[in-house]
């Protein structure tokens, strides 16, 4: 059984950093892609970064180019999202995301249950 369980999220003021972690269980881990998701209230699901499954590869939504960073260690089954220099705009639920191939490009296919980000002075 997939797992995916993220964390790090919290409140945080403008200009402030936060480091998102997701553990994964339940499938060969360093074969897939990975990514971070986010949604806002009242806003469609948007793809923040993706990983391709040794870390050699990496896109990111051009909102977030130089302020993020994603991460992934393969021997502890987990990746990261550095988030720094954040904006009111960067507040929404952020969800880890497994890639249906080793690629960042293609889809991902299954969810973890999310973590809430909010960036408010």
């Known amino acids: 059984q997939i797992q995916l369980v993220e964390s790090g999220g919290g409140l945080v003021q403008p200009g402030g950093s936060l480091r998102l972690s997701c553990a994964a269980s339940g499938f060969s881990f360093s074969s897939y892609a990975m990514s971070w998701y986010r949604q806002a209230p009242g806003k469609e699901r948007e793809l923040v970064a993706a990983?391709?499954?040794?870390?050699?590869?990496?896109k990111y939504a051009d909102s977030v180019k130089g302020r993020f960073t994603i991460s992934r260690d393969n021997a502890k089954n987990t990746v990261y999202l550095q988030m720094n220099g954040l904006k009111p705009e960067d507040t929404a639920v952020y969800y880890c995301?497994?890639?249906?191939?080793?690629?960042?490009?293609?889809?991902?296919?299954?969810w973890g249950q999310g973590t809430q980000v909010t960036v408010s002075s």
């Open positions: 990983i391709s499954s040794l870390g050699r590869s990496t």
């Open positions: 995301a497994k890639g249906s191939s080793w690629s960042t490009v293609g889809s991902f296919d299954s």
